[in-house]
């Protein structure tokens, strides 16, 4: 119930595995542009196998935290990139804000934003820049919450908090 989300609440990031399924519009427009080809290497594989990493799926971790630990809200964070996605839980009284410092990018999403010459406002719009999924949680479990994830494989991070507001993201870096 996103109702209990309030002032002082904790966003927690889940890392993203890549790209994840937004995007490949413009993804295959920069491979295009950059004359890369997907078997070209990069990294320890190819440039495609980096493009095509499946999607995180975040299901057995979550449940397992909320077996421990009550979550105020989870945002799967799709096409509309943080932002779009976090606003859709949030009640019209609180705010969330988001430090984009708090992770680090993947390098593929760098690689793509480079090469594309993308605006660091269409990234955060396309795609999940890093984080897949947030959770809100009380601040007193915070720490608890990362904990759990990340003994459920998960890299997990406090990646902002919730304030008083009108139902807006702001992303700081």
């Not at 509309?80 to 009640?91: F, K, Q, S, T």
Request: glycine residues 10%.
């Amino acid at each position: 119930d996103c109702t209990t989300i309030a002032a002082g609440d904790i966003l927690i990031g889940l890392e993203s595995s890549g790209a994840h399924s937004n995007g490949y519009s413009l993804i295959r427009k920069v491979l295009e542009n950059s004359g890369m080809k997907a078997d070209t290497p990069w990294k320890a594989t190819t440039i495609g196998e980096h493009l095509l990493e499946p999607t995180r799926i975040y299901v057995k971790p979550v449940l397992a935290l909320i077996e421990q630990i009550p979550v105020k809200g989870i945002a799967h964070i799709t096409g509309g990139g943080l932002a779009e996605n976090l606003e859709r839980v949030l009640p019209a009284d609180v705010d969330a804000s988001v430090d984009s410092s708090a992770w680090q990018r993947p390098e593929i999403l760098q690689w793509l934003q480079e090469e594309g010459d993308i605006p660091e406002s269409e990234m955060q719009r396309t795609f999940n820049c890093g984080i897949g999924m947030v959770l809100v949680v009380d601040k007193d479990q915070a720490e608890a919450a990362c904990a759990i994830l990340g003994d459920a494989g998960e890299k997990a991070c406090i990646i902002g908090s919730i304030g008083d507001g009108n139902g807006s993201v702001h992303l700081q870096s």
